[in-house]
C-alpha cells in the first residue's frame, strides 16, 4: 500500500482496519465521505466504502479509542 510516498504493508487480525486509518491521515476527507483513494506500483483506484446503516462501524468512535492492553 502507497500512503502519501510511503510504501508499507500492513500484517495482522487488525490490518484492515489499520488500512483505513493511514488512509484517512493521507486523505481526512476519507472518513466523511467513504472514499478510499488508493495508489500501487503506479495503479490508482478510488474505493467507495458504504456502510449499510447510518452509523458507519469502520470508524466508529469505541473503535478508535480501542486499544489492546501491552501486557496480559
Known amino acids: 500500500m502507497v500512503v502519501g510516498h510511503l510504501i508499507k504493508n500492513i500484517f495482522g487480525?487488525?490490518?484492515?482496519?489499520k488500512f483505513f486509518d493511514d488512509l484517512n491521515r493521507a486523505r481526512p476527507?476519507?472518513?466523511n465521505d467513504g472514499l478510499l483513494k488508493i495508489?500501487?506500483?503506479?495503479?490508482?483506484?478510488?474505493?467507495?466504502?458504504?456502510?449499510?446503516?447510518v452509523n458507519n462501524p469502520f470508524w466508529?468512535?469505541?473503535?478508535e479509542s480501542f486499544s489492546c492492553p501491552t501486557t496480559l
Not at 13 to 17: A, D, P, V
Not at 39 to 53: D, P, Q, T
Not at 60 to 63: I, S
Open 13 to 17: 487480525e487488525w490490518s484492515l482496519f
Open 29 to 31: 476527507e476519507t472518513k
Open 39 to 53: 495508489s500501487l506500483s503506479g495503479y490508482n483506484a478510488n474505493v467507495m466504502l458504504i456502510a449499510n446503516s
Open 60 to 63: 466508529m468512535v469505541n473503535l
